[in-house]
């Protein structure tokens, strides 16, 4: 099982919540507020909600190498205006067709889909924008480094990717473990995997450090979409702040539907026990990393 954690639930959170508010300040200062609706749909997607726990994967895989914050901080905020802008078009009409997140109407309802689909487009920009840019690293082939990693992991060979094949499973069921698991490791794991892996890109770290993160993030992936799917099945719509019950409704194929609610718990479990094992080599300065597993196993939205 690997190393247990030595940090409270407590300490967690605050760490959490003062790598949310960093993020969310850099967000802030970075996305533009001209008083159109497309600066005004950016900010609504991107400000004042989430864990922010991909940019906190960032800010924690650097710490593990005296990185310091602020580039971190940067890397970070990239890879929000990733994630926002794939969950601004995930909740289009044409996709998931969803009306709430975060507790809030999608940006499509507050302002309408020809805005929602420009404000994610933008956001996306923004992403390489800041990554490409001095403040993430003074090094230009660092910089080139983490724009292809996380290129990757958003493009067709990721997330998106990820995501088509997920569309494509609703005409034709995907009923395996190993089809289920391709695509919510490109889906979900892939932004989680840049994540842990942006940390030693910014120190130019050891491939066997850069490689014990990337085992780390992969378990750490599973776990959280099969936290989520236990979610969609069991948590409630004020709970989770979105709608559940709608991959059960679409009939797509999840970790639950696969294995029952129990054996996904059981897995659950199983992934966490794996994320934090991968994390041995670096000892007790990753049990921040160790709580994040745990964090991820038990999160109730």
């Known amino acids: 099982m690997g190393t247990v954690s030595a940090m409270t639930n407590a300490q967690f959170h605050a760490a959490l919540a003062d790598a949310a508010e960093g993020v969310e300040g850099t967000l802030a200062a970075v996305l533009p507020s001209t008083g ?13 909600g989430g864990k922010r726990l991909r940019p906190f994967l960032v800010i924690e895989s650097a710490r593990l190498f005296d990185v310091s914050r602020n580039p971190a901080l940067v890397v970070g ?3 929000e205006c990733v994630h926002c802008y794939s969950l601004v078009h995930d909740d289009l009409p044409a996709m998931d067709d969803d009306a709430l997140r975060r507790g809030r109407p999608t940006v499509h309802i507050a302002f309408d889909e020809a805005t929602a689909i420009l404000a994610g487009d933008a956001l996306l920009t923004l992403a390489f924008e800041l990554i490409a840019g001095p403040d993430a690293h003074p090094n230009g082939d660092v910089r080139a480094n983490l724009a292809l990693a996380l290129a990757r992991a958003a493009g067709h060979h990721g997330m998106v990717g990820g995501q088509a094949l997920d569309l494509a499973a609703e005409t034709m069921p995907v009923t395996d473990e190993a089809g289920i698991t391709a695509i919510q490791s490109r889906k979900t794991g892939a932004l989680i995997r840049f994540a842990c892996e942006a940390g030693a890109i910014l120190a130019d770290a050891p491939s066997t450090q850069r490689a014990a993160l990337v085992t780390y993030a992969e378990h750490l992936g599973l776990a959280f979409q099969i936290a989520d799917d236990l979610l969609d099945v069991a948590g409630t719509t004020d709970m989770v702040g979105k709608a559940t019950g709608k ?17 996904a718990r059981s897995r659950l479990q199983a992934e966490t026990n794996s994320a934090v094992a991968a994390l041995d080599p670096f000892g007790p300065d990753a049990d921040i990393m160790r709580a994040a597993a745990r964090f991820v196993m038990e999160r109730k939205s």
């Not at 609706?37 to 004042?48: E, F, K, P, V």
């Not at 991959?247 to 054996?263: H, N, P, R, Y």
């Open 36 to 48: 159109d609706d497309l600066s005004a749909a950016m900010r609504h997607a991107a400000l004042g």
């Open 77 to 79: 905020a990239a890879l």
């Open 247 to 263: 991959d059960s409704d679409a009939g797509k194929a999840t970790f639950v539907s696969l294995f029952g609610i129990d054996g």
